[in-house]
């Protein structure tokens, strides 16, 4: 089985089986809707035989947190350069995935820490793009992983200075066909319904 492949079984896994954990009592009152933006670096090697480049772009979230430590990640991230080679070729990377949030149990009210595994896709765009260099497809595969600090601040809002993943992508790049990317961001979420 690839590693593809067992990604996928996991992600179904977790769509059937939260639903299940999910159901809410009368007492919880912690539900709870928040929409996100940020900044992000990406840190890719889709083009085979590089030293790697970096896109900068941003990115939107809603989390639905349907427990205390656990909600329901929805990503949607762009990221861009110009000017890559010398012979100014460029690409735009867009990632979409879903999955889940832990919240690690941390005893600060100023402080929240937290971890995500998301499945999802991946398009590229541009020049260098694999459809635009005969390479294979410009869609493909995506995970991601990784974690970051929540700041609870005022009237809903909370800041996030810092979310740091590792995203692997399946672009045909005439080599292995998949990226280990690195994806820095940061930004804010506000808690939608907060009075």
Not at 5 to 12: C, E, P, Q, S, W
Not at 50 to 74: T, V
Not at 143 to 162: A, D, I, R, S
């Amino acid at each position: 089985m690839t590693l593809h492949t067992r990604l996928k079984a996991l992600f179904v896994l977790a769509a059937v089986l939260v639903p299940f954990g999910a159901r809410p009592s009368a007492a919880q009152q912690n539900h709870s809707l928040s929409v996100g933006v940020n900044y992000t670096y990406l840190r890719t090697n889709l083009v085979p035989d590089c030293n790697c480049f970096g896109l900068n772009g941003g990115g939107a979230e809603l989390q639905y947190r349907f427990r205390p430590r656990l909600a329901l990640l929805a990503d949607l991230t762009a990221t861009h350069r110009e000017g890559i080679t010398a012979n100014h070729y460029d690409l735009t990377q867009v990632t979409y995935a879903g999955g889940l949030r832990y919240f690690l149990p941390v005893p600060s009210r100023h402080l929240r820490l937290f971890g995500d595994m998301l499945l999802g896709g991946a398009h590229a765009s541009g020049s260098l793009s694999p459809d635009k260099t005969g390479l294979g497809s410009a869609n493909a595969f995506s995970f991601q992983t990784g974690g970051g600090v929540n700041v609870p601040l005022e009237h809903g809002w909370t800041l996030v200075p810092v979310r740091a993943e590792y995203l692997l992508t399946t672009f045909s790049n005439g080599s292995e066909d998949h990226q280990n990317d690195l994806r820095l961001s940061a930004g804010v979420l506000f808690r939608l319904g907060h009075r």
